[in-house]
């Protein structure tokens, strides 16, 4: 088990001071996880500290390669409603 972190990652830091167990480690062009240390912060957390703290959306997978941290989650507007604001609002 281990999640992985994509290119769209920003090297802001939020995720490396969180990680329980030390697995994000600095990298070019963007963050890593070390798939051996990491837990997914099983026994530690009830969610992913990487994925909650994340500013940027779909940038942790998990193993399977679905987003720990979703279109919306950090807006808490689904995908398709902001679809719909933003092109109301560029049809003005």
């Known amino acids: 088990m281990a999640l992985s972190i994509v290119d769209s990652c920003v090297n802001c830091w939020a995720c490396y001071d969180v990680c329980p167990s030390d697995a994000i480690y600095e990298s070019k062009p963007h963050f890593k996880i070390n798939a ?3 837990t997914e912060c ?3 957390y009830a969610a992913p500290q990487c994925a909650s703290i994340c500013p940027i959306e779909e940038a942790i997978l998990d193993a399977s390669g ?3 941290n979703p279109l919306g989650t ?3 507007i689904p995908p398709e409603k902001l679809a ?3 092109a ?3 049809s003005r």
Do not use: F, H, N, S
């Open 88 to 90: 109301e609002i560029q």
């Open 66 to 68: 679905a987003p720990m």
């Open 36 to 38: 051996r240390k990491c």
């Open 74 to 76: 950090l807006t808490g």
């Open 42 to 44: 099983e026994d530690d």
């Open 84 to 86: 719909e604001a933003m």
